[in-house]
């Protein structure tokens, strides 16, 4: 009896492929960060109740503006590959010079901040041309500057400490600087986020913030691309300093103190914050928003101390215990993160195949083993690579897409005349010629593409519609596999699978779940939609003989279906042949109106059991390197004719799997029929009817008069 | 459902033990083409599997339910028939001529100038795989107590460690276990003149051992080989020849620790179509496919994970590896299994080709 609960049929359900998908996405690098935040967050309302309310938030949020300033300042040399230990001191240098100009000079708030922004710039300049220009190391460098601006503050305050204390200020302005806000958000807290805004804009979508990441990532393969490392390197230090004097300003405004312990320590809350965040220190990773996270995590946690009233000390070393563990998890993160991801993409689900109809054993079998493929004509031997699909035009010149990328032809009475006759890229696959006698091609990789018989290149579509439930961005046409063109001019073809490509298609066999589709194409909407979802690698597409619906493979379910695209069952789905002993590639129509399928390779017993034990399959991936994998069986297929209702007609095989290595596909012309395979080095062709009888593939009657 | 984190968690946080790994064809072990390309003795027999030469001059070798009977040239002059079981091993006795182990009717003898006999007390033992002469006594080894010889894969994947070394007492007509418990004893050979210990291999723990007469105690001459070791011979200077079913391979291995995977399969697919190792590299539409084995172009590359190989390997004294001769995965002359010395000259049969070799010492061309 059967079990009632199976768990390996429930695997079906478990979505093991989103944990790849998931660890695939370049936000996964901000989970962790803003997972702390918020514990943080919940902790700090826990130990200090309050602590998020309205009031509390102003308060602090001043004090947090001032130092996120000086983190997005650090973010941007650090993500450049740099290092800039000076903020302190630059900060501190913008507070007094604030000071010294309001207090000392009475000059206006705008004068003030001004000369704050051109402060910290020459300082930032120091340090850019220092490190951009002459080289000098990043560390000892700022390092030497926080030292000189620190003396140099000492001095200027040792003159002038008292002159500031002893003014009275009388600026409107410049309070407001301090204590103001627009719609209950302080002036600082919104500069703050303007800048936020502005950087996160020219960190990812500008010219600037890719250089920055390429330097960062790489100084030596950035130079070689052509980006001016040493301006880039240059500004970012500008950036830097320009930052740390602007909060220095706001701090002025707010605390209008000078002393000598401004902004001591500040560079290190700063840098424990951005590593937090996950802005790599190696450079070349990380974020704006990410900066901040980590600095919202650094700043709350040393205010809370404070608040507890501890001694300072506890804060710093709280905070230096918590850089050290971020760096620490930084490097394991950034270093077995691929490998994470290489260990769990693959996600074998539970796939149940009944067992098909016996091969050998009964030679009564519409499938009987014979060796009619034995004896075929060889085209192009050693010419072509990979001709996955092959097709003839009206003048009865061969067409083929090859791994290069390119369309060859090839023509003369024995082909033996070979041309490149478009050079596409990508992987040319399916091949079809629509009513205006273009050559429209499924190229994987790249989506749907026509070919002029000029031998011009257009694209029709490159992307679909995006489903609302999936992790992985299913609008890009990964595989495109194989298509036909209906009567009515639409243009119909497969995505063998929205999670594996044409280097990797056959370990979408391997983990078994319906991850390809069948989408359409509508030349006269210029629109593609996706018409089928959920297909176990969607391969061969051919509109059936009357024009009114699609037969369309599923080469790791084994099953042909049809899908009605006209008349009144439109849009249904429905399975013609249920259970095929191999696994079906391309599917066209034949001359006497039944169709040719190339079965790409057979079923294995022992493929069909693994195929119901995921776990079994999940850990030979894991356990042995892809070549020793159990695969389907590509290395011996045939040729199988069937008519409208799933009947098995005929069978054509080579037994040896000598003369026909590997067949994907088939196409009848003029009594032959015209085989391809995907990792061949030839097409093949071998007669299926007498000379006097023979005919093309059967054309739709209203494509026939378009096309004259 | 939570295999799928458990496994995770097993591979990447506890980093579990390393297996002990298949060693690589390096060195000694290093392929070539030289089993590919020696001459050939003899060609069209069926099935061609034991083979043991006579101080006759005569090579004997197995061919299913018969004995083919060749000259030193290669020549087939007889053929002895009339078993109704196969072949399974072929020896040498002085005495006793030609030794041969039909599958599970025992082990005759056909003396010079008289007709067959059965070994007294053999009645009813099954695969035999091979047999070996010293001093006037003979030495018999057992693959397996549970399984016949043809059923080999079976005995592989059920971990069957049922295989005996027994000897044939003449005086008594009886045998007695010398050795019991053992991963499918495949080839036996004796020690040279001293006689003081057998040598044999065990197919399914990949290794030589020796066994001393006197004590009946069981050594490991050499273990990990990277195949399945089969026969034995002694090259005639204190070393050996050794052949080998097939290599190991790392998806065979794999199912050898999967014991769910293994009872399903055992229970409902035939042998031939398992994941395991194989005597010969047909291209069967119902055989498990690797991606390592698919063809590019119509091409198998070489170093492919094949489920077939011809291998043999020459020891000396102390086991250590002297050299090797390959048929690669891209070759014909797999599942080299018998292996015998005619005088100087090295022969070996391959099951795939049906074929007798001449590796080494050979003269005429192939």
């Excluded at chain 1, 079906?12 to 943080?40: A, N, Q, Y």
């Excluded at chain 2, 072929?90 to 003898?109: Q, T």
Aim: glycine share 10%; hydrophobic share 45%; charged share 20%.
């Amino acid at each position: 009896m059967k079990p009632f609960f199976n768990r390996s049929a429930l695997s079906r359900l478990w979505p093991g492929h989103m944990v790849g998908e998931v660890l695939s996405k370049p936000w996964i690098d901000s989970v962790v960060p803003v997972t702390v935040m918020i514990i943080t967050l919940i902790v700090a309302e826990n130990v200090a109740p309050g602590y998020l309310g309205g009031t509390n938030i102003a308060s602090i949020g001043r004090q947090f503006s001032e130092i996120g300033l000086v983190a997005l300042g650090l973010a941007v040399v650090v993500y450049c590959g740099g290092i800039d230990l000076s903020v302190g001191a630059v900060y501190a240098m913008g507070n007094f010079v604030a000071l010294y100009m309001i207090n000392v000079l009475q000059s206006p708030t705008l004068l003030v901040l001004a000369a704050g922004l051109v402060v910290g710039a020459a300082m930032g300049t120091v340090n850019g041309v220092l490190i951009g220009f002459f080289r000098n190391k990043a560390f000892l460098t700022t390092l030497a500057a926080l030292v000189i601006w620190r003396a140099a503050l000492e001095l200027l305050l040792l003159a002038n400490a008292a002159r500031i204390a002893g003014s009275n200020i009388d600026n409107e302005s410049w309070f407001w600087l301090g204590e103001g806000s627009i719609l209950g958000v302080p002036v600082d807290a919104l500069v703050l986020i303007v800048v936020a805004a502005v950087f996160h804009i020219l960190m990812t979508r500008s010219r600037i913030g890719w250089r920055l990441q390429a330097v960062g990532g790489s100084r030596r393969a950035a130079h070689h691309a052509g980006i001016n490392v040493r301006a880039t390197v240059f500004s970012a230090y500008v950036v830097s300093g320009t930052l740390s004097a602007l909060a220095g300003t706001f701090y002025a405004a707010r605390q209008d103190s000078v002393g000598f312990d401004t902004g001591v320590g500040l560079e290190f809350t700063v840098i424990t914050g951005i590593i937090l965040g996950g802005v790599a220190l190696g450079g070349g990773r990380g974020s704006v928003i990410r900066a901040l996270v980590g600095t919202i995590i650094a700043f709350v946690i040393s205010n809370l101390l404070l608040r507890q009233g501890l001694p300072g000390g506890y804060t710093s070393l709280v905070l230096g215990v918590i850089l050290l563990v971020a760096m620490t998890f930084d490097i394991k993160w950034e270093k077995n993160r691929h490998k994470l991801l290489q260990k769990s993409y693959i996600s074998p689900a539970f796939l149940l195949l009944p067992r098909p109809a016996a091969i050998d054993s009964d030679p009564h079998s519409p499938y009987a083993m014979n060796a009619r493929l034995s004896n075929v004509e060889v085209i192009g031997l050693d010419q072509v690579d990979g001709p996955e699909d092959v097709i003839l035009d009206r003048e009865g010149r061969l067409y083929t897409g090859t791994r290069q990328g390119w369309i060859i032809r090839f023509s003369g009475p024995n082909f033996e005349k070979r041309e490149v006759f478009a050079d596409i890229g990508g992987r040319p696959l399916g091949l079809a010629f629509d009513a205006a006698g273009n050559l429209v091609t499924c190229v994987c990789g790249m989506g749907l593409y026509g070919v002029r018989p000029s031998g011009e290149i257009f694209k029709l579509t490159d992307h679909t519609n995006r489903s609302w439930f999936t992790i992985r961005d299913d609008s890009i046409i990964r595989l495109a596999d194989d298509l036909d063109v209906a009567p009515d001019g639409r243009i119909f073809f497969s995505d063998g699978s929205t999670r594996y490509d044409i280097h990797t298609w056959l370990f979408d066999g391997l983990e078994a779940r319906p991850n390809g589709r069948l989408l359409c194409y509508d030349p006269s909407k210029g629109t593609t939609s996706t018409v089928f979802n959920g297909a176990y690698f969607a391969n061969g597409v051919c509109a059936s003989h009357d024009g009114r619906s699609v037969l369309f493979a599923e080469s790791y379910a084994c099953v042909i279906r049809r899908l009605w695209i006209s008349g009144p069952k439109t849009g249904k789905v429905e399975v013609v042949i249920p259970n095929l002993p191999g696994h079906p590639d391309n599917i066209n129509r034949a001359s006497d109106g039944s169709y040719w399928l190339a079965l790409v390779g057979m079923r294995s017993a022992v493929w069909d059991r693994a195929m119901t034990m995921p776990s079994f399959r999940l850990r030979m991936i894991k356990q042995l390197p892809p070549d020793e994998w159990l695969c389907p069986n590509v290395n011996i297929g045939c040729i199988v004719k069937f008519d409208d209702n799933g009947n098995i007609l005929d069978c054509l095989w080579d037994r040896e799997g000598r003369s026909v290595p590997l067949v994907t596909s088939m196409r009848e012309h003029e009594g032959w029929l015209y085989l391809g395979g995907l990792t061949t080095n030839r097409i093949s062709r071998v007669r299926v009817k007498p000379r006097s009888d023979s005919a093309h593939e059967t054309q739709f009657p209203s494509m026939a008069v378009s096309s004259t | 459902m939570t295999f799928y984190f458990a496994e995770l968690f097993k591979e990447v946080v506890l980093r579990r033990p390393s297996r002990r790994a298949i060693p690589a064809l390096d060195g000694q072990w290093k392929a070539n083409e030289k089993l590919e390309t020696c001459p050939a003795f003899a060609r069209g027999l069926q099935e061609a599997d034991a083979i043991a030469a006579g101080n006759d001059g005569l090579v004997y070798a197995a061919s299913g339910n018969t004995v083919a009977v060749l000259q030193s040239d290669g020549r087939l002059i007889d053929s002895i028939g009339g078993f109704q079981a196969p072949i399974t091993a072929l020896g040498w006795s002085e005495s006793r001529g030609p030794l041969i182990a039909a599958e599970g009717l025992g082990v005759y003898a056909i003396p010079p100038g008289k007709t067959r006999e059965l070994l007294g007390g053999t009645e009813a033992l099954g695969c035999i795989t091979a047999i070996a002469e010293a001093d006037d006594t003979i030495y018999l080894a057992q693959g397996s107590t549970r399984n016949r010889y043809a059923d080999w894969r079976r005995s592989l994947m059920e971990h069957d460690r049922s295989g005996r070394i027994l000897r044939w007492e003449g005086e008594n007509e009886e045998v007695n276990v010398l050795a019991s418990g053992l991963a499918f004893p495949f080839g036996l050979a004796a020690d040279g003149p001293a006689n003081e210990e057998l040598v044999f291999t065990e197919a399914w723990s990949y290794s030589i051992r020796t066994l001393k007469l006197a004590t009946s105690g069981v050594a490991v001459g050499i273990d990990n080989l990277p195949g399945y070791p089969a026969r034995i011979v002694a090259d005639g200077q204190g070393g050996w020849f050794v052949s080998f079913l097939a290599l190991r391979t790392q998806l065979v291995e794999f199912v050898l620790r999967e014991p769910k995977f293994l009872r399903r399969m055992i229970g409902t697919v035939p042998q031939e179509f398992w994941i395991a190792p194989s005597l010969s590299p047909n291209d069967d539409h119902r055989q498990p496919q690797q991606l390592g084995l698919l063809r590019t172009h119509g091409v198998r590359k070489p170093w492919a994970p094949g489920r077939s190989y011809g291998l043999i390997a020459h020891f000396d004294r102390a086991f250590n590896v002297v050299s090797t001769l390959h048929s690669r995965a891209d070759g014909e002359r797999h599942g080299t299994l018998g292996l015998c010395m005619s005088g100087s000259r090295l022969l070996a049969t391959t099951f795939a080709q049906s074929a007798i070799l001449l590796p080494l010492g050979g003269t005429h061309e192939s």
